[in-house]
């Protein structure tokens, strides 16, 4: 197990001068890689983070352990029941004071540099409202099962042929405000995709980091794999409400081959053309 990096070891660089990224991470009854997700936060090195973790009320000892263990760094947890994803997500924000957002779930990770490079985007880029970079998808060892490569942003795309994963994702509180913030009415499944469709309809400004920022973990226990039939339903609820046109029966078709056409054309333009042969013939 990695080491948390300590404050003493990070640069020498004024606070003031990287805008606050406020990381959440929603976790219940899910020790198996906490540990790991807090220090792939933790050891970042960023120097303007603050670190929240809103426990669902978990009945494992091992979450609290865990925790405590790292809680002099956190700038605030709480367990308590809650409703679901969204609302344990709603409650971190709310909670704090960063200039960018993002939330980390407690099975995926940031990957070294990370934070660095969104801090960076969003310290030159005064008008970006959203920045997104790739994924790696990983097995509950660890492994890499395959990368997730994003493409340039489009706002048909972002539903209709999705390259985008939540945890490689960063906006500004401004935005966030702006749309509403996290729907409860998605407390379980779709919550990302919801937000980042009202992120869209408003015409947000999307940045594209090409690097890969996070990894995205696949086992068992995930919500994803145990009850995928539910998150397609919400994501499809999702859809039809911010897209109604786009999403009619004779439409949503011709959309989709369109926009999967646009995603293999631009991962040819980017050299990511064999990652997209693997992923559909490996």
Known sequence: MKRVVEPAE???????EWPRITVVT????????LEETILSVLNQNYPNLEYIIVDGGSTDRRVFEIIRKYENRLAWWISEPDGGHAEAIKKGFDRSTGEILAWLCSDDTYLPGALR???????QQPKVDVVYGHARLINEHGDVVRELRAVPYNRLALFAACSIHQASVFWRRALYERVGGVSLAYNRYATDHELFYRFANANAKWYFLRQTLSTFRRH??????????????????AAREHFPFWTQGWVYPLLHSAMMLRHVIWLVLQGDGRLFLKKRFV
């Open 10 to 16: 990070l640069d020498r660089v004024e606070i003031s």
């Open 26 to 33: 929603p976790t219940y009854n899910r020790p198996e890689y």
């Open 117 to 123: 490079s969104v801090g960076e985007v969003f310290r």
């Open 220 to 237: 068992s226990h995930q919500t994803t794999f145990q009850e995928s039939r539910e998150v397609h339903e919400y994501w499809w609820k």
